[in-house]
């Protein structure tokens, strides 16, 4: 009964309020909404207007705009950029795409016309532009609208055309940053059917730049790439380096509306994955749209990141690439250049796989920890890194080694060390757990950078190595520790595991529902916590093992209710 008068009186309530918004739609003179809003709400819908003004109309898919102009008594006017982002269709079959995906100006045929150098009464054209500096504006109006834009101010009232004096290339407003012979190398986003890429090196050595030019003093700037899961790594990244807070890491799609005194455009695209995707040439118009807007966002300073070996013959990409040759100025780093280049913050960087191992075998004798390694094909591992690895795992301490599943040839001698193909990477990796974290090229011959700080480690590992970021490397002797602790199953006689229930902590055989399942013990829950090492998820401190009332063992970070209100990991997580 009492449920009933409360969903009555909510019904009242929500009666009330539709009468009101009723009431604002019939008198007002000047309605602001979604298109979305426009073709589902009924009461827009059905509401007669004299004028309707469409803004972005090149991301409005038709059927939108043909629902707008059936309520619409006089004119209906459409602002802007069919040379910008189009609208977004997910389904690819042909109806979707010939209705969903094409704007009204492809629709229309005003786009063929403009394309063939041709007038449409139906359009004016806003061909003065303010933004950006001539270079910039340059490389924007004979890439995408064929000499037709005009420069309105002259480049000395330009607020932005001192930010050409910022690195790289200081004293040059178009910037071509050639990272072919880096060797990066682009793998797509884990798991089942995602298309999105990454590009862990692109990835430091773009933060570097932007680190370096923040500390100059240049604050107004942006990082964009075509791809959601490399601009959420950088994104992440940028928020635990303090002077990169505020700067922003986003999308092409995010970034259309803003602009910055500096754009840092990274292609991402490197080997294997060298095709072009749907964003980066596959499609050319919609290729040269997405890199449009990207470097019509530059006000002062357009540096564009790309391996332009791995993305040669792709017509959209070499004409920009043509572009930015004759407008621009060209950077072309080697390995032995970064240092001069991007400094050694937040990253040191490394020349070659020969000085990479010869830093692994200094940390190998200082570091107490668990390593693992992920060899491409192709890469040996010198004699001495290799007794410097049989040593550490003599010590007690896990060693395990990723290498290609068809190189049989990358360990001098074997031995006993943990060897799979499972988590296998493009590229070259070495953890040192929780201590260093070490990402490289495809190729001996190509750069390699160490990330030492824990913070910015968090960021990393996960994408880079394939492990969760608290999974352990355990060594033999820490595994039949922990045996012992959790201990056998009286029923069946199988190990114990622990299991979180919510955070509760449960020691249970997972063999058979029969079996029983019993709480942990503070004194099993402190021991296995030394053994793991289980950090805190915001502040690193050491998990400490703690009693409720009710007598359970739970974790707990020793700093919660002071500095910090972070939560352990799970000892799941750590196994």
Known sequence: KQLNEIISEIRLINSKIAAYIEEIVNNARVLTTTLAMFAVRDLIFNFSFDSVIIDEASMASFPNVLATGACTKKRISMFGDFRQLPPICSLQNECAQKWLARDLFDIAGIKNKIDLGMNDPRVTMLDIQYRMVSEIAAVVNHFAYSGRLKNGN???????????????????????????????????????????????????????????????????????????????????????????????????????????????????????????????????????????VAISRARGKLVFIADCDSVKNRPIIDRLIDLLHEYGTVLKPSPDDLHALVGNKPFSWLSDWNSTQKSLIEDLENLKCPVAISLPKGFAISPELNDALARHDRNGFAVKIFRHPLDRNSLANPGKFDSTKKGHKAWFWAWLRQKKL?????????????????????????????????????????????????????????????????????????????????????????????ILDVPCKKCESQAVAKMRKNNTAYMSCPNFNKDCDGWPYYLTDCL
């Not at 071509?176 to 990454?198: F, Q, T, V």
């Not at 002797?477 to 509760?504: S, V, Y």
Request: proline share 5%; charged share 20%.
């Open 154 to 292: 002259p480049d000395r009232s330009n607020q932005s055309f001192n930010v050409r004096n910022f690195p790289p290339a200081e004293n040059n407003a178009v910037v071509l940053l050639d990272i072919s012979n880096l060797r990066s190398a682009c793998m797509k986003k884990p798991g089942e059917n995602s298309h999105s890429r990454y590009n862990p090196l692109s990835i430091a050595l773009t933060s570097c730049l932007a680190l370096k030019a923040s500390k100059l003093g240049l604050k107004n700037m942006a990082v964009i790439n075509p791809y959601k899961y490399h601009s959420f790594i950088t994104s992440r990244l940028f928020s635990d380096i303090p002077r990169l807070k505020g700067v922003l890491a986003a999308t092409v799609h995010k970034s259309q509306g803003s602009e910055k005194d500096c754009i840092f455009f990274d292609l991402t695209d490197a080997w294997p994955l060298d095709e072009a995707s749907m964003l980066t040439g596959k499609k050319s118009d919609k290729a040269l749209r997405m890199i449009n």
């Open 438 to 530: 070490y990402i490289g090229s495809y190729s001996t011959d190509g750069a390699f950078c160490l990330i030492s700080d824990f913070k910015l480690m968090k960021s990393f590992v996960q994408p880079v190595t394939g492990l969760r970021y608290a999974k352990q490397i355990l060594s033999v002797e820490q595994i039949r520790q922990l045996n012992h602790i959790f201990g056998t199953c009286p029923n069946c006689h199988a190990q114990r595991k622990p299991l979180h229930d919510n955070k509760l902590i449960k020691l249970t055989c997972g063999k058979n529902n029969n079996c029983p399942e019993v709480g942990i013990s503070l004194e099993q829950l402190e021991s296995a916590i030394r």
